[in-house]
């Protein structure tokens, strides 16, 4: 039977995946959070389940927001008053889908068994997944009553940090404390149970020189120069190593360091007398974070001593690799399902980039994640979500659920 509700359900579940994509929640800063918000309320409503939305304070945002601005609403919704509490989580705001695309990012456009869209693998895809798997089984009668399902949906998960006002705020207010199990739903493949991520280090780097005539560069102190000195021997700074850890794609085995912005000057006839740029360290789990954090402060030092060059190192995200218990049984559950829907045996990874799951794995909440989407597609250019990776998820967690029922 639930083979026929899911066919019965797919168009809906498709074209609901549809109307959220074509919501641009660009974070940065933050757009049409509100209305987002309020179209998956609505369904939630239609879904029966009790609805809250959590919004932070002006003085707590002030706190938890580094970049963009804006409300930031927390969706939860409650279904069931059973004993066992599993919690779904997904952020809602996207990456902005930038240049080149050969189809509207904001557009929803399926070709060749794929809708594309920002958003779409990472993580809106997921996000319609955990709402239809449970709405597959409360149309079959079949949600367990062991169980209350408590959906989460959050703000500012791409912009990170060691806080922010999506799910460390849910974390704050207490809507996910005392659950049994969190489930994310995170792009880490159909075909893949992950249980942490890798570590990471974000920081802005502003260097300060003294202006002075194009002409006459000698009266001055350059910061663009300083600036490259320091880049290169940051990149250079990053060890050669692979981890023995099964992180996926093969190629995030190895540590990272990237320099994603420089802003520098004011005009090309003047030596630049400030420059920023920001980095992102991450880091493989045979790396511990205070080593990584000296290195990069040794480089700045250095630069400093040998030109005289001044620096302020503004860290804001820094955190080592975080794993979840593998030994609890929904891992045992989560790769059954799994190998009964995709006919193969699911690998057990840790994804490349952070997520939300460190704040609940910090609070000792077993967490997993398992999404629709492929990381690769994350964050990219002409990003897509394949259709029976959407579909065969929403059946995956449907499974799962009856099982954790049982327990």
Not at 63 to 74: A, D, H, Q
Not at 149 to 165: H, K, L, R, S, W
Not at 270 to 297: G, M, N, S, W
Not at 318 to 325: G, H, P, R
Request: net charge negative.
């Amino acid at each position: 039977m639930i083979d026929e509700t899911l066919n019965e359900i797919k168009e809906e579940a498709l074209h609901f995946l549809k109307e959220i994509i074509r919501i641009p929640t660009e974070n940065p800063p933050g757009l049409n959070y509100d209305k987002i918000v309020e179209v998956i309320k609505s369904k939630m409503e239609e879904f029966e389940y009790k609805t809250e939305i959590f919004y932070p304070s002006e003085e707590e945002l002030k706190r938890l927001v580094k970049f963009g601005k804006g409300n930031r609403p927390n969706l939860v919704g409650y279904l069931g008053n059973g004993n066992v509490k599993i919690a779904f989580n997904a952020h809602y705001d996207v990456v902005p889908a930038g240049e080149g695309w050969s189809v509207n990012p904001y557009e929803g456009v399926i070709k060749d068994g794929k809708l594309y869209g920002r958003g779409s693998a990472d993580m809106k895809s997921g996000l319609v997944a955990q709402l239809y798997a449970v709405e597959l089984l409360r149309r079959e009668k079949l949600l367990p009553s062991s169980l209350q399902i408590i959906q989460t949906f959050v703000p500012d998960e791409e912009t990170v940090g060691n806080i922010n006002a999506g799910a460390y705020y849910l974390m704050e207010k207490g809507v996910l404390k005392n659950v049994n199990y969190t489930i994310f739903t995170e792009p880490t493949g159909p075909d893949n149970v992950c249980y942490g991520h890798r570590g990471a280090l974000w920081a802005i780097i502003k260097v300060y020189g003294k202006k002075s005539h194009g002409g006459l560069p000698q009266l001055g102190v350059d910061a663009v120069k300083a600036s490259v000195q320091i880049i290169n021997e940051l990149y250079n700074s990053v060890p050669d190593i692979t981890s023995s850890y099964n992180i996926i794609p093969s190629v995030a085995k190895k540590p990272s360091i990237l320099v994603g912005t420089i802003k520098c000057g004011s005009w090309m006839n003047i030596v630049a007398d400030y420059c920023e740029f920001t980095i992102v360290r991450r880091l493989v789990p045979e790396e511990r974070l205070d080593d990584v954090r000296d290195k990069i402060l040794h480089v700045l030092d250095d630069v400093n001593k040998r030109t005289g060059i001044r620096y302020d190192y503004d860290e804001f995200y820094a955190i080592d690799t975080i794993a979840s218990n593998v030994n609890d049984k929904i891992y045992k559950i989560f790769k059954e399902k799994v190998k009964e829907v995709r006919g193969k045996e699911p690998e057990l990874v840790l994804s490349p980039g952070t997520f939300d799951i460190r704040f609940t794995v910090k609070e000792g909440i077993v967490s997993i994640n398992y999404g629709p989407g492929k990381i690769e597609q994350a964050h990219a250019t002409d990003e897509y979500v394949e259709l029976k990776d959407f579909y065969d998820s929403i059946k995956v967690l449907a499974l799962v659920l009856l099982e954790l029922g049982k327990i």
